[in-house]
């Protein structure tokens, strides 16, 4: 079965920094986009930053400039740089692993960020 493992969540100021970090288990890693969601109390989970099985990376607008997604195949690891938090940057942190060509779609069971102001 295949399992997404966040990490690097907690509490932090405004204006700090955090990292966090998706390991992949049983899966061809590199033929997957992954991407970053946040779902704050109440709210819709939404997309943050993808980075596409050919590298290209995408991220929301709220988060361009401050926050950085990577990828290690290798590893089978992805990675989220956040740079100067803000306190709407707070909710749970997922790692979403998903393919087109064949229909799989994963998910992490999510990491609390919370930033206080």
């Known amino acids: 079965q295949v399992q997404l493992v966040e990490s690097g969540g907690g509490l932090v100021q405004a204006g700090g920094s955090l990292r966090l970090s998706c390991a992949a288990s049983?899966?061809?890693?590199?033929?997957?986009?992954v991407g970053w969601y946040r779902q704050a109390p109440g709210a819709q989970r939404l997309l943050v930053a993808v980075?596409?099985?050919?590298?290209?990376?995408n991220y929301a607008d709220s988060v361009k400039g401050r926050f950085t997604i990577s990828r290690d195949n290798a590893e089978k690891m992805v990675y989220l740089q956040m740079n100067s938090l803000k306190p709407e940057d707070t909710a749970v942190y997922y790692c979403?692993?998903?393919?087109?060509?064949?229909?799989?779609?994963?998910w992490g069971q999510g990491t609390q960020v919370t930033v206080s102001s």
């Open positions: 979403n692993a998903k393919s087109d060509a064949t229909m799989e779609n994963y």
């Open positions: 049983r899966i061809f890693f590199g033929m997957y986009d």
């Open positions: 980075i596409t099985s050919s590298g290209r990376t």
